[in-house]
């Protein structure tokens, strides 16, 4: 799975950095999310954050067109 995975990615400078998944979620498009999976999904990625090693970045790969049902700004919500 993504999530349990560890990558070596060459950076433009010629070094490399490890690239490790924390957590993988997938949905199929044009849906909404109901808030109590939304908060699952959410308090897995904290949790995930919290038991990491120290982390020196954090990369989301969310679009911005995820909808939960009573939540204006979904990823402003996960963000904040």
């Known amino acids: ?3 349990e995975q560890e990558w070596r990615v ?3 400078e010629g070094g490399f950095v490890r690239v490790r998944g924390l957590v993988h979620f997938g949905a199929m498009p044009g849906g909404r999310v109901r808030r109590r999976c939304y908060e699952r999904m959410k308090a897995e990625l904290v949790e995930a ?3 990491a090693p120290p982390l020196q970045a954090l990369y989301l790969d969310v679009h ?3 909808t939960v049902e009573e939540l204006d700004d ?3 919500d ?3």
């Open 1 to 3: 799975e993504d999530a």
């Open 10 to 12: 060459r950076t433009t």
């Open 49 to 51: 954050v919290r038991v």
């Open 64 to 66: 911005g067109a995820m």
């Open 74 to 76: 979904a990823e402003a």
């Open 78 to 80: 996960l963000l904040d």
